[in-house]
């Protein structure tokens, strides 16, 4: 195989989990052209892993899907791995133009695939890494899960700097709160609580608190703030994308819910103490070093987005459980 194109994932924790299918694809083919697609703006996300050639951006439009499919001809690419299990995903590599077609034989989408790979109930069971991992190892030996990794860019490094100067730090820990989740509010602890860890925190080891995410982040990040005795610096809806990983390599520990940028503080080898409620730890838990809070309930890993009873599995979840889960990654540092 000379060329070689990978159809990326939708979700930023996804993008990170696959990056170990990846860096199994560059073993398998040391010297082909690999280059993997991802919508605007994921594609920032691995702009500096050197196992990935280059990265094809793309809008997720009708135009700007047909813009990729021309790219893609253009390449004439040998192999196509496609990470998502959609048929919308197995149908852009296959339009456009590339050989052999690898990728998980669902949602209808068998007949565009040259290669398919079973979907089992024991596969959906393991941890995505290995998920991803077990569409390249069709390909070969896909040798020891390597855990992803990555650096943020100079530029974006001067600017989270700058920006915590004009928020006022000056010394001291860095506690990044991340009290969003983009898949649905069932994800997200109570913003009070986090506020109220915020607070104990930097009462006890000084520094400052960040709240971090986007700009759809930015009314839980006002009750976070909101609900807070100490003054947090507040950077949702603030970052690119590659500001954002600047930003949160910065932090001494990182508080959040199951979300993308979870695997974006593991990727940056970051301390991490995570609240999971309505999804399994066993299969998307932060490859690095993390603290999982979570009560197990009868409805817990149901993947709703919306919690259509009691939301008992993120309401049982206390503020002193985790403070507590904190002290310990705390002690160790990074």
């Not at 941890?127 to 390249?136: A, D, G, L």
């Not at 649905?184 to 080891?205: I, T, Y």
């Amino acid at each position: 195989m000379k060329r070689i194109i990978v159809k990326g994932t939708n979700w930023i924790g996804d993008v990170f989990l696959s990056l170990p299918a990846v860096y199994s694809l560059r073993r398998i083919f040391p010297d082909a052209v690999i280059d993997i697609a991802l919508k605007r703006p994921l594609g920032a996300l691995v702009g500096r892993v050197a196992e990935i050639d280059s990265v094809l951006h793309y809008d997720g439009t009708f135009p700007g899907e047909l813009e990729l499919v021309r790219r893609m001809r253009n390449s004439r690419y040998d192999l196509g791995i496609i990470f998502p299990r959609s048929l919308h995903s197995a149908l852009l590599v296959y339009l456009g133009g590339a050989r052999r077609r690898i990728g998980y034989a669902a949602d209808g989408r068998s007949m565009l695939l040259t290669d398919r790979v079973m979907r089992t109930p024991e596969i959906r069971a393991v941890h995505q890494s290995h998920y991803y991992r077990h569409i390249v190892s069709v390909l070969g030996d896909p040798g020891p899960l390597i855990t992803p990794r990555i650096t943020p860019d100079a530029d974006s490094d001067a600017w989270a700097d700058e920006f915590l100067r004009a928020g006022g730090y000056e010394k001291g820990p860095i506690f990044g709160i991340n009290p969003g989740a983009a898949y649905g509010d069932a994800k997200q602890w109570r913003p009070d609580r986090f506020g109220a860890v915020a607070d104990r925190l930097v009462g006890r080891f000084g520094g400052r608190a960040v709240i971090m995410g986007g700009k759809k982040d930015q009314a839980i990040e006002a009750q976070v703030a909101g609900s807070m005795k100490s003054r947090p610096i507040r950077a949702a809806g603030a970052t690119t994308i590659e500001r954002l990983i600047s930003l949160i390599s910065r932090s001494t520990l990182f508080i959040t819910n199951d979300s993308g940028p979870m695997h974006i503080a593991a990727a940056l080898t970051v301390p991490i103490v995570a609240v999971f409620g309505p999804t399994n730890p066993d299969t998307t838990s932060p490859m690095g070093r993390a603290a999982i809070v979570r009560h197990e309930f009868e409805c817990s890993r149901c993947l709703l987005r919306s919690c259509p009873i009691d939301h008992r599995c993120m309401e049982s979840v206390t503020a002193g459980e985790v403070y507590e889960a904190c002290l310990p990654m705390l002690a160790h540092g990074r």
